[in-house]
């Protein structure tokens, strides 16, 4: 047997592992994992076709806690990983997931090149401004004068702006969800993992333990929704650059940006057929090699 | 073996970027299909033009264990050839050069050995007259030096044809008729006999191939099935990926160049998780950055072939030069005690079959492998008996197949399951009823994060019991080391990786003057072939380590495993490969 049955999921709580989870009571990730579950029970992924990819981080723990297969690697290496399995065998689905510090920070240059390489992976980052695992130092993302226990006297550097450097990379699908909207955040999720590409989600989680600024509060006064401005064109590379320059008053979420790209795999002959994974592999014939060196 | 006296080296000296290499596989392509044994040692600074390269070609009717410094033929392709290479002619040396272009005034040279010819042959007139490209040149000195040893024209022009043909026979008579100008400019003027050593093809030989340690490398990691294979371009192991990537369609293998090292290594453990036979390479550099990524295989318990192949550090060192400076790295390399095997190929023969052994062993035991070459190996070229290899069997442990995951409960699966041997079921994600994560965290037998002490030392006993059940099956003791040479020695000589060429053919020299010297060759670092070195160390009588580093990196690990001191050390660290007449000197000497 060479490809298992289908497996289809009868109920969401089907992707429970009920494995222990130490998130603190009001975690941001809580939202994004709810929704990341509805998103792929209302897809109606086959999870054991699905596998979602982690750095480290609070939200790295991510993998332990639904139920596809999982890969816990390392801090800002999910994306590599992700894509070694994805060239291995790309009729799976493959997520990967991480903080903003494991992204952004020391992982910025493998997202980089993932949105310029556009294997259709899916990339969700949980931003909360923060590094909450090693207990409140300034990340990537943290607003200027963010003081925390590495800046007492304010972080000096302008945050980072991920979506405009992931569409300016060449990302075919660039979104903004919000933890606290988990209705919302499950659409844009469907629409990511849908998507033929390289699909980066920077998903908006307070930190209520380590950040006292980017709180549910914060974000309520200030996000809007993009899909209620009909104005808006997310196939317009443009305008979506434009667009991801906004933050502060007013903090748009929902689809920036959505391209039409062609993948990484297609383009490669060898993976045209068959999986890499499913290529036979016990009696490989180098004689004509080695005619070439006589 | 040949004697020193009945091989000869042959040296093009030049500017980097005016094709030496190319005139350098020229002329070993032309000796190895003539029959004769090749060894091909290219030397060049890390650039792209200006500077000096060589390529030394070492040449004998019987097998050529590696490069010897002493020329007889050298041809100077610019001033600074003659400069830097006549101090290091044999006695009845040629040099080749051209005295129109290059005025060089030999007189004033100090201490020419006795007999050395000097045949100055107009390479760039000869070119013009034919009406020739500028870069033809080089065919006209490769004419020239077949001239000097002797050698029969149709030699040259056999390979002309072979490489030429395809290009259309108006190419290979082109190229056959500025080579012959070269040639018979030089029987007209100077006449035969000018080396003292003839280049003579000989009638019946087997056909063999010409190649590299990293070409060795890349065929075997084909034949065991690889893949994928990520890496960053870095010399000296650069050619393992063009020689992946140039098969990859036909194969079926996917070579991808990465960002940095970084992903390289995290890539093809990703792709090692999925089930398919994945590698990395690099050099000390780059290797420092996958050292994180190292221990995500041992956790993670994915299997993983790295290709190490070191030049000088530390940091950038000398980027085109040799050295076995990173043992001890590639021993130790990532946090945490884990177990990893290291192989140290000495020669072509074991580049390949080290190969095949390390993608059977990194999945039958999930853990990483590594083959350590350098430079000096990797990137010498020499003629090799086509591998054999129709009894090569695909070995991959506990894989499962989907028909094996169908019958498994779902819930049930221990994708870490502590057996006695340590070696867990394994199924890759997109099977039934085996959902797992695996973590770099400590977890359990199911994959679930547990940092409990017992748990830890559960699971820390059963990864290792993996290298306790490889040292007694997968990769017995015996098959760790090599006693080249008779038992019965008054000096051991103790090696490993590519000195095995000159040490061995050092100890020959020394056997003919009537020494009984023996060479014990280190062929595996980890699992360390304790026992078997202990009881050959014991009762040797002298012993000499010979190491291409300056801390005599293998002696510390001999000490640290056996207790046993070796204080005679002959090392060599100035980038440059350790060659048999030094060693046998160092013999004489004790």
């Known amino acids: ?294 | 073996m040949n004697s020193l006296s009945s091989s000869f080296t042959w040296l093009v000296g030049g500017e980097a970027g005016y094709g030496i290499t190319t005139m350098g596989a020229m002329f070993a392509r032309i000796c190895a299909r003539a029959g004769l044994h090749v060894h091909g040692y290219p030397e060049y600074p890390s650039l792209i033009r200006g500077g000096h390269n060589t390529a030394m070609v070492r040449v004998g009717a019987k097998k050529v264990l590696g490069h010897d410094p002493k020329i007889d033929v050298l041809l100077a392709l610019n001033k600074d050839a003659l400069d830097l290479h006549l101090s290091e002619l044999n006695d009845g040396a040629a040099v080749i050069y051209d005295g129109e272009s290059v005025p060089y005034d030999f007189s004033a040279v100090q201490g020419l050995p006795a007999g050395v010819r000097i045949v100055s042959v107009p390479f760039a007139r000869i070119t013009k007259e034919l009406e020739a490209d500028r870069v033809m040149r080089n065919t006209v000195a490769l004419g020239a030096s077949f001239a000097v040893l002797s050698g029969d024209f149709n030699l040259i022009y056999n390979v002309l044809e072979r490489t030429f043909l395809r290009k259309g026979p108006e190419v290979v008579e082109h190229n056959s008729r500025v080579a012959r100008a070269g040639y018979d400019f030089v029987l007209k003027n100077f006449g035969e006999g000018l080396c003292g050593k003839k280049l003579t093809a000989v009638a019946g030989a087997l056909e063999r191939m010409l190649l590299s340690g990293n070409d060795a490398i890349a065929i075997g990691a084909i034949k065991s099935g690889l893949k994928f294979m990520s890496a960053y371009p870095m010399t000296p192991v650069t050619s393992i990926m063009q020689t992946v990537a140039a098969n990859g369609v036909k194969y079926g293998i996917v070579m991808k160049q990465t960002e940095d090292e970084i992903a390289a290594i995290n890539m093809a453990i990703g792709a090692a998780h999925m089930g398919v036979r994945a590698m990395t390479a690099s050099s000390g550099g780059g290797f420092a950055l996958m050292t994180e990524a190292l221990g995500m295989s041992a956790m993670t318990e994915t299997p993983l072939v790295v290709v190490m192949g070191t030049r000088p550090g530390p940091s950038t060192g000398m980027p085109t030069w040799t050295e076995q400076s990173d043992l001890r790295f590639v021993m130790h390399a990532s946090s945490g005690e884990f177990g990893r095997v290291v192989f140290l190929p000495g020669d072509n023969d074991e580049c390949f079959e080290m190969t095949l052994a390390a993608f059977n062993l990194a999945e039958e035991y999930q853990m990483p492998c590594f083959i350590l070459t350098d430079k000096y190996l990797g990137e010498s070229v020499s003629t090799t008996e086509i591998f054999e290899h129709k009894k090569y069997k695909v070995k991959r442990g506990t894989l499962m197949s989907i028909s094996d995951a169908t019958r498994v409960k779902d819930g049930d699966f221990k994708r870490f399951e502590n057996t006695a041997s340590g070696i867990s079921p394994r199924a890759v994600p997109g099977y039934p009823n085996c959902i797992y994560t695996a973590a770099t965290d400590e977890h359990n037998e199911f994959g679930d994060l547990d940092e409990t002490g017992e748990n830890r030392k559960k699971m820390m006993d059963k990864r290792a019991r993996k290298m306790v059940a490889l040292k007694s099956h997968g990769l017995p003791e015996s098959e760790r080391f090599c006693l080249h040479g008779e038992a019965d020695a008054d000096l051991t000589i103790v090696g490993w990786g590519s000195t095995k060429g000159p040490i061995l053919e050092a100890m020959n020299l020394a056997c003919e003057k009537g020494l009984k010297v023996n060479f014990l060759q280190i062929k595996c670092a980890l699992p360390f072939p304790v026992d078997g070195v202990a009881a050959i160390l014991a009762k040797a009588g002298k012993i000499l380590d010979v190491e291409n580093n300056s801390e005599a990196q293998m002696a510390g690990v001999i000490r640290e495993n056996t207790g046993i001191l070796i204080s005679d050390r002959f090392l060599r660290y100035d980038g440059r490969p350790l060659n048999a007449r030094e060693i046998f000197k160092k013999i004489i000497s004790l």
């Open chain 1, 1 to 294: 047997m060479t490809t298992k049955p289908l497996k289809i999921l009868q109920n969401i709580t089907e992707l429970d592992t009920g494995a222990k989870c130490n998130w603190c009571p009001g975690c941001g990730d809580f939202g994004i994992l709810i929704a990341l579950k509805q998103a792929l029970f209302e897809l109606q992924l086959d999870p054991e076709m699905t596998i979602l990819v982690s750095g480290i981080g609070c939200g790295s723990q991510a993998p332990h806690l639904l139920k596809t297969y999982g890969f816990h690697s390392l801090h800002g290496r999910s994306l590599p990983v992700a894509a070694g399995m994805k060239f291995a065998n790309h009729r799976m689905k493959v997520i990967a997931i991480g903080g903003d510090g494991d992204g952004y920070g020391i992982g910025i240059s493998h997202f980089i090149n993932a949105a310029r390489r556009n294997l259709d992976l899916t990339y969700i980052v949980q931003n909360n401004q923060v590094y909450s695992l090693t207990k409140g130092q300034t990340s990537p993302t943290s607003e200027s004068g963010y003081k925390s226990k590495t800046t007492p006297e304010g972080a000096i550097e302008p945050p980072f702006h991920p979506l405009g450097l992931a569409i300016s990379s060449g990302a075919s699908f660039v979104a903004r969800g919000f933890a606290g909207d988990i209705p919302h955040l499950k659409e844009v999720f469907k629409a990511a993992i849908s998507h033929r590409g390289f699909a980066h989600v920077d998903v908006l989680q307070p930190c209520v333990t380590f950040n006292k600024i980017n709180t549910y509060r914060w974000y309520q006064e200030r996000i809007y929704k993009l899909e209620d401005d009909t104005s808006y064109d997310k196939k317009n590379r443009l305008e979506a650059l434009k667009k991801a320059e906004e933050w502060g008053e007013r903090i748009p979420i929902g689809v920036y940006f959505a391209g039409d790209r062609s993948i990484y795999e297609e383009a490669v002959p060898q993976m045209a057929d068959l999986p890499l994974c499913e290529q036979e592999i016990s009696d490989v014939d180098i004689d004509p090699i080695l005619k070439n060196y006589i």
